[in-house]
C-alpha cells in the first residue's frame, strides 16, 4: 500500500533539494507536485486541496535553521499535516457496556464477517473479553458458516438461528444470551447489499434501534478507494457510526480511502485489516501510518509485534542459551513461527526504516521459510539439539528426506554457524553499554 504515493512524494520533496530557502515559489511548485501525487492516490480532490493549502499556509514564513534543510522542513510539515488528516490521535474503541455490543455495517465483499472473527480474535487475547459472535447476515449463502469456521479457529462461540430470517429478534436474542452466558462483548455481524439500498439501511438502523449498540463500526474495502469514501458518507448520514475499520490494506491499493475517508465524514480510523490470518488486524495509529507513506517505516508497531510473541520469560531464556552458546536449530525453528506470526515479511520489512523502499520491486514470499522447515524437520532429534554431529552422511540423508539438495543443507548449516557466533558476540555485550544484547525486551 502507498508504494506509489512514497515515491511521488519522494520526487515533490527534491523540488527543494538546494534550495536555501523556502519561498512561495518553490513551495508553489512542489506542493503542485504533492497535490498531482494525491490525486493520483485516489484522494478526493478537495481534500488534497485542503491538504496542501494548509502545509502551504505552515511552512510560508517558516525560518529554516542553518541545521535544517528546507527539503527536510517539508517533510515534516507534510507528516504533521497527514497524521492529521488522517485523525490526529489513535481512537479507542467503547466497550463500557455490559455486555459492550460493537455492531457491524458495509456493503457485501468488505470483509465484515472476516473483521467481525478477527475484532474478536483480538479483544479477546489483548483485553480479556469473552465475545460472542452474532450472525443475523440472513441473506447472504453460508454467512453464518462463516462465521462459524472464523470463530472456531479462535475458540469463540456463535450465536445464530438457522431458520429464523428476522435479525433484528436474533440480534435480541443473542445479547440474552450473552448475559446469560457470562459474555461480555457482543459482536453482531450484519448484511451487506452489492449497493446501498433502502431495504438495507431500514433493516440495520433496526437493529441498532433494538440493541443500541455502544460502537458502530463501518467496514470498507480500502481497494474500492473514492467509492469507499461516498459509501461511508451515505452509511454515517443513516447510521451515525462510530468509526472505519479499513480492509485490505495488504493489497495492491492506492491508498486513496486511508487518506480522505477521515475528513469527509468526520469519524475516525479505528482499525486496518492487513491480511487474511485471524491476527492480521491493527489499531490504527495516524502517526505510525504518516512515517509508513514518507518511507520513515513504523519500528514501534515492529516492535509491539514482536513483544506480543514474547514472554520476558522467553526472552531471558533464550539470551540465557544464546550466551552459552547452546542455541540449536530447536531454537531456530521456533524463532521462525513467532517470526511468522507477526504478519507477512513484505508487511514486517515495510516497517523497518528505508527497507520498504529498499524491496518494493522484490518480491517477498511468506514461503520463504519452507524450505528451511523441511531440512530441520528432517533432522533427527539429536541432529537438532546437536548440530556438531552434521557429518557428511547424515547431510546427503537430511538433502534426502526434505526433498533439497546438499548444496541446500550445506548452505543452511553455514549460515546458522554464522548467526549463532554473531548472536553470541552480541550477548557478550553487557546491559547499558552502547551495543544492548539482542533479545533483551524492553
Known amino acids: 500500500m502507498f508504494e506509489n504515493l512514497i515515491d511521488r512524494l519522494e520526487r515533490s520533496f527534491k523540488l527543494l533539494k538546494g534550495e536555501g530557502k523556502i519561498t512561495e515559489l518553490n513551495v508553489a511548485e512542489t506542493l503542485k507536485d504533492i497535490r498531482r501525487a494525491l490525486l493520483d492516490a485516489d484522494v478526493n480532490y478537495k481534500v488534497a486541496k485542503q491538504f496542501t493549502d494548509a502545509v502551504k499556509e505552515k511552512a510560508l514564513g517558516q525560518n529554516v535553521l542553518t541545521s535544517i534543510k528546507p527539503g527536510q ?44 472473527g478477527k475484532l474478536a480474535n483480538l479483544l479477546k487475547t489483548k483485553k480479556g473479553k469473552r465475545p460472542l459472535l452474532v450472525a443475523c447476515d440472513v441473506y447472504r449463502p453460508a454467512a453464518i458458516e462463516q462465521l462459524r469456521i472464523l470463530a472456531g479457529q479462535i475458540g469463540v462461540p456463535v450465536y445464530s438461528e438457522d431458520e429464523n430470517k428476522n435479525p433484528v429478534a436474533i440480534a435480541q436474542h443473542a445479547i440474552l444470551e450473552a448475559q446469560k452466558n457470562g459474555c461480555d462483548l457482543v459482536i453482531v455481524d450484519t448484511a451487506g447489499r452489492l449497493a446501498v439500498d433502502e431495504q438495507m439501511m431500514q433493516e440495520i438502523a433496526a437493529i441498532k434501534h433494538a440493541v443500541r449498540p455502544d460502537e458502530i463500526l463501518f467496514v470498507v474495502d480500502s481497494m474500492t478507494g473514492q467509492d469507499a469514501v461516498n459509501t461511508a458518507k451515505e452509511f454515517n448520514e443513516r447510521l451515525d457510526f462510530d468509526g472505519v475499520v479499513l480492509t485490505k490494506l495488504d493489497g495492491d491499493t492506492r491508498g ?66 544464546i550466551a552459552k552458546n547452546q542455541f540449536d536449530f530447536n531454537d531456530f525453528i521456533a524463532q521462525i513461527q513467532q517470526i511468522k506470526k507477526m504478519g507477512s515479511l513484505k508487511d514486517l520489512t515495510s516497517m523497518i526504516p528505508g527497507m520498504g523502499k529498499a524491496l518494493k520491486d522484490v518480491d ?18 539429536a541432529e537438532r539439539s546437536s548440530p556438531s554431529i552434521l557429518n557428511g552422511s547424515r547431510r546427503q540423508r537430511i538433502a534426502l528426506g526434505s526433498g533439497t539438495n546438499i548444496q541446500d543443507v550445506n548452505k543452511l548449516i553455514r549460515q546458522f554457524d554464522e548467526m549463532r557466533k554473531a548472536l553470541k558476540m552480541f550477548s557478550s555485550v553487557k546491559p547499558g553499554t552502547r551495543n544492548t544484547p539482542v533479545f533483551r525486551r524492553r
Open 256 to 321: 486513496g480511502a486511508a487518506l480522505s475517508i477521515r475528513s469527509v465524514v468526520n469519524k475516525p480510523i479505528k482499525f486496518i485489516g492487513t491480511g487474511e490470518k485471524m491476527d492480521a488486524l491493527d489499531v490504527f495509529h495516524p502517526e505510525r501510518m504518516a512515517d509508513r507513506i514518507l518511507g520513515m517505516g513504523d519500528v514501534v508497531s515492529l516492535v509491539e509485534r514482536a513483544q506480543e510473541q514474547y514472554s520476558d520469560e522467553e526472552a531471558r531464556l533464550l539470551q540465557k542459551k
Open 73 to 116: 522542513l517539508m517533510i515534516k510539515l507534510v507528516h504533521d499535516e497527514l497524521a492529521t488528516l488522517m485523525g490526529g490521535s489513535t481512537a479507542e474503541v467503547n466497550l463500557k457496556g455490559s455486555p459492550a455490543v460493537i455492531l457491524m455495517s458495509g456493503l457485501q465483499g468488505s470483509g465484515k464477517t472476516t473483521f467481525a
Open 364 to 381: 517477498i514470499d511468506d514461503n520463504a521459510f519452507k524450505k528451511t522447515e523441511a531440512i530441520i524437520h528432517s533432522m533427527t532429534p
